[in-house]
């Protein structure tokens, strides 16, 4: 019998209006019913596992329907932020304002709080994590899983998004952060579901926040969020653990990306099993390659994004599965998953892709799994 590429996907999923309208009260800290947007919260989520089984997804998610974002959501569970940080623009929309301008004019850029670290960092709520993963694992058992995997924001990308402005270094910052995100991590773990790391971090800082940097430069900044995102993951075995890197969940030029061949050697360091990668934006798509020289380790296994998350183009099933069968020209098909470029809402009630088109992609992404799973 042959065995079938299992398929998933990096994470968020379109919410409902009703829950984007409550988690944007939430973030703008404005009055709202509390049991109201709990029981919403719990019904979008029990919607959004049933229809990922409905498309035959195998390793599913929450769709991420409680977090406004998948990196600020922590400003609400950790003390120690306030005000607003400065935002950088991608080095690529700079070369090109106009389109730059079209982007903001069309309504496409989302506005939610993006606070400092402006005092010492420190637990605040670990109910709305008790409350996910509940939700989470009624739903599982409600639709016949045994597991599926919760999004968490790594140390580095809360670094990105959320920059320091109390701790006497951004080196002392990023290690604080890996000490009180442990907590989240392994909290998920012990709830027997897999863990997924959200690290653009490694890709998209690159040339958004880290863009006056050498090449050179940033891979040592990489070197260190890899050391203390291990140091945060010491306790958790790898099995249980997957990692997202990305360049950004946007459509634009993507000139200065730097090249996975530069940073996959340091990726691959982390002690996890999973390596959800990019691989459909066109900027990347040629970058299967890599692994002729660069081999997978035997216990890994790749997670190439086979669908662009991007675009409201459904790619057909034959290119998904021509896309897993070049990557089984170069890593062991035992050591292939097909998975998305990206999530279709990382953040609450933007996403390019229509709510209705983001689940026919995701069927195109197990049909054509199942193809390659026929051929290879």
Same mark, same amino acid.
């Given at each position: 019998?042959?065995?079938?590429?299992?398929?998933?996907?990096?994470?968020?999923?379109?919410?409902?209006?009703?829950?984007?309208?409550?988690?944007?009260? =939430?973030?703008?800290?404005?009055?709202?019913?509390?049991?109201?947007? /709990?029981?919403?919260?719990?019904?979008?989520?029990?919607?959004?596992?049933?229809?990922? =089984?409905?498309?035959?997804?195998?390793?599913?998610? !929450?769709?991420?329907?409680?977090?406004?974002?998948?990196?600020?959501?922590?400003?609400?569970?950790?003390?120690?932020?306030?005000?607003?940080?400065?935002?950088?623009?991608?080095?690529?929309?700079?070369?090109?304002?106009?389109?730059?301008?079209?982007?903001?004019?069309?309504?496409?850029?989302?506005?939610?709080?993006?606070?400092? +670290?402006?005092?010492?960092?420190?637990?605040?709520?670990?109910k709305s994590l008790d409350i996910d993963i509940k939700n989470f694992k009624d739903a599982l058992i409600q639709n016949s899983y045994k597991t599926g995997f919760m999004n968490s924001a790594s140390p580095g990308v809360i670094a990105v998004f959320m920059p320091n402005k109390f701790y006497p270094s951004d080196d002392h910052y990023l290690e604080e952060l890996s =000490?009180?995100?442990?907590?989240?991590?392994?909290?998920?773990?012990?709830?027997?579901?897999?863990?997924?790391?959200?690290?653009?971090?490694?890709?998209?800082?690159?040339?958004?926040?880290?863009?006056?940097?050498? !090449?050179?430069?940033?891979?040592?900044?990489?070197?260190?969020?890899?050391?203390?995102? /291990?140091?945060?993951?010491?306790?958790?075995?790898?099995?249980?653990?997957?990692?997202?890197? +990305?360049?950004?969940?946007?459509?634009?030029?993507?000139?200065?990306?730097?090249?996975?061949?530069?940073?996959?050697?340091?990726?691959?360091?982390?002690?996890?099993?999973?390596?959800?990668?990019?691989?459909?934006?066109?900027?990347?798509?040629?970058?299967?390659?890599?692994?002729? !020289?660069?081999?997978?380790?035997? !216990?890994?296994?790749?997670?190439?994004?086979?669908?662009?998350?991007?675009?409201?183009?459904?790619?057909?099933?034959?290119?998904?599965?021509?896309?897993?069968?070049?990557?089984?020209?170069?890593?062991?098909?035992?050591?292939?998953?097909?998975?998305?470029?990206?999530?279709?809402?990382?953040?609450?009630?933007?996403?390019?892709?229509?709510?209705?088109?983001?689940?026919?992609?995701?069927?195109?992404?197990?049909?054509?799994?199942?193809?390659?799973?026929?051929?290879?």
């Amino acid at each position: 019998m042959t065995s079938s590429i299992l398929t998933t996907h990096v994470g968020s999923l379109p919410r409902s209006k009703e829950l984007s309208d409550f988690l944007f009260a =939430k973030d703008k800290k404005e009055l709202f019913d509390q049991e109201k947007f /709990n029981q919403v919260l719990k019904q979008n989520v029990m919607s959004v596992v049933k229809r990922q =089984k409905d498309i035959g997804i195998d390793i599913v998610s !929450d769709g991420e329907m409680s977090k406004i974002s998948y990196a600020t959501y922590v400003k609400d569970r950790i003390q120690g932020f306030s005000g607003e940080s400065e935002r950088r623009v991608p080095a690529d929309l700079e070369d090109f304002p106009n389109f730059k301008l079209k982007i903001a004019n069309s309504g496409g850029t989302p506005t939610y709080t993006r606070p400092c +670290c402006t005092n010492k960092l420190k637990i605040k709520d670990d109910k709305s994590l008790d409350i996910d993963i509940k939700n989470f694992k009624d739903a599982l058992i409600q639709n016949s899983y045994k597991t599926g995997f919760m999004n968490s924001a790594s140390p580095g990308v809360i670094a990105v998004f959320m920059p320091n402005k109390f701790y006497p270094s951004d080196d002392h910052y990023l290690e604080e952060l890996s =000490k009180i995100m442990q907590n989240e991590y392994e909290t998920i773990v012990n709830a027997n579901l897999q863990l997924q790391l959200d690290c653009p971090d490694l890709a998209l800082a690159r040339h958004m926040s880290f863009k006056e940097l050498t !090449d050179k430069e940033f891979l040592n900044r990489a070197e260190q969020q890899i050391d203390c995102l /291990n140091t945060a993951l010491k306790d958790i075995s790898p099995e249980k653990i997957r990692i997202h890197i +990305c360049w950004g969940n946007y459509e634009g030029p993507h000139i200065y990306d730097i090249g996975l061949e530069k940073i996959l050697p340091i990726i691959l360091k982390a002690n996890v099993k999973y390596f959800l990668i990019e691989s459909s934006n066109p900027r990347h798509a040629h970058e299967w390659q890599i692994f002729k !020289d660069i081999k997978m380790p035997s !216990d890994k296994i790749i997670v190439p994004g086979v669908i662009d998350s991007t675009s409201n183009f459904v790619e057909h099933p034959q290119l998904v599965a021509d896309r897993l069968i070049q990557f089984s020209t170069v890593v062991a098909k035992d050591q292939i998953m097909a998975g998305t470029d990206c999530g279709f809402s990382t953040f609450a009630g933007f996403g390019k892709v229509d709510e209705e088109i983001c689940y026919q992609k995701l069927m195109s992404l197990v049909e054509g799994a199942s193809i390659a799973s026929k051929i290879i």
